[in-house]
Structures are given as C-alpha cells and as structure tokens.
C-alpha cells in the first residue's frame, strides 16, 4: 500500500511538473527551445542502510561502487529561464561489501536498472543549468559478485522498481555540457521484515544512493529545421 501511495505521489509530480511546462509553452511559444541529445559518464554508488535487529552484511560506506552510464534525452525550454528535460538510459547502481560472514561471502551487489527521468531545469545565467526531478528506475538484473571471479544472479530479493529524486546541474557551451547530479532512493529497495514475525524486532532496510558525472552533446531542434529547409 505503502509503495502505491509512493507512486501516485509520483505520478502527481510528474502531472504538475508537465502542466507547468504546457502553460508556459502556450505563453511564450515565440521564444520556445528545445533539443535532443545523448550524455556518458560514471556513476560512484552506495546502498543508505538502515539497519535492524539482525546486521548480514559490513558494506563500504563510500561511493565506491562504479559503473558506466549513457543517457539520451529531449529538453524543451517555453522561456529562456525553464523547462523541462526527458530522458532514458541504462546504468547500475550498487554496493561494495568489506565483509560478508555468511557462506557466499559477497563481495559486491550490482543492480541494473532501465530509466526514465523527468526533470524541472532552470537556467538562472548563461551556460548554467540546475534541474531537479523524479527518476523511475526498472530492475533488469542483480547480480552478487564473491571470491575472485564468482556471481549469481540476486534479482528476486530486490524490488522491480526504484523511484528516487534526482538533483543536479551543468555547464553548457555551444551544445557540449559537464553535468553531475545526486540521485537517492524514496522508498527501500530491499528490506527484511522481522516486525512481522515479531513487533519488537527492528526491520533492516537498503536504498540507493549515488553520485553522476558525465559528459554529452545536444543539439537544437530549431537548428536542425533551418538547416532542413535550406
């Protein structure tokens, strides 16, 4: 029930953010751009733990989890000042484990996920974008890494979907940018219930937790009409 509410919410925001941008849009259509582009970097991640009554695993509390990400995405600007960007991508997210005492010893969980991002940009001077926004996250596959070169898939202790905020901004010049952002998790995307099998027990709950930079290119769509029609 808890994880529905979480969504509605979401879906709310999205609503809101969107009417906002149509508004704008039927306002100051005359001075309207928009573009599309595509951005690869490295995300440096971490799971936020809560822990409960029973504690399995001793995981890194740094950024030290890397992986590659890429993205495209569309943007659209009704004023100079803000709009609203689009975009969807693959990247993985996860955990560095300094000890596992269970049997497996993991040393490292990597979580695949599928994304799609909506985000409110503001660009209060020239070249500078700042942007904030929900992140809809699709699990494709976990994998537990142990020993050297050992794995085994782990998708079915994790939730399908990860929803989390993303806040960010950029530099951007003639259409190439430097972008870093901060994404977190809203609801657990793993946990281990003992409440319900006793009140007095503390549950044990994972969220993501990351950090971006990446570099990309975009290219005006107005830009590419003009040169379209010549």
């Given at each position: ?29 005359s001075h ?6 595509v ?123 990860d ?51 990446s ?10 009409i003009k040169?379209?029609?010549?």
């Open positions: 029930m808890k994880f529905n509410n979480c969504i509605s919410r979401s879906k709310q925001v999205l609503v809101f953010l969107t009417f906002i941008t149509t508004t704008l849009a039927s306002i100051y259509s309207a751009q928009s573009a599309i582009g951005q690869f970097g490295k995300c440096y991640s971490k799971f936020d733990v809560v822990e409960g009554s029973v504690k399995f695993y001793d995981f890194s509390e740094e950024f030290d989890h890397k992986s590659p990400i890429v993205k495209t995405f569309y943007s659209y600007f009704p004023i100079k000042q803000l709009g609203i960007k689009q975009s969807i991508g693959y990247e993985k997210r996860g955990v560095i484990i300094k000890n596992d005492p269970g049997w497996v010893g993991y040393t490292k969980f990597s979580l695949n996920y599928l994304h799609l991002s909506t985000s409110l940009n503001l660009r209060p001077i020239k070249y500078l974008n700042i942007h904030c926004g929900l992140n809809y996250n699709y699990l494709v596959k976990a994998v537990g890494y142990y020993g050297r070169d050992g794995s085994g898939e782990t998708t079915e202790h994790y939730s399908k979907f929803i989390g905020y993303d806040i960010g901004s950029a530099i951007i010049i003639k259409g190439v940018f430097i972008e870093g952002s901060i994404f977190k998790s809203i609801k657990p995307i793993r946990s281990f219930g003992f409440s319900v099998f006793d009140p007095n027990l503390k549950d044990t709950e994972y969220r993501n937790n990351s950090y971006e930079i570099i990309g290119y975009q290219v005006e769509i107005n830009k590419i040169k379209k029609k010549k």
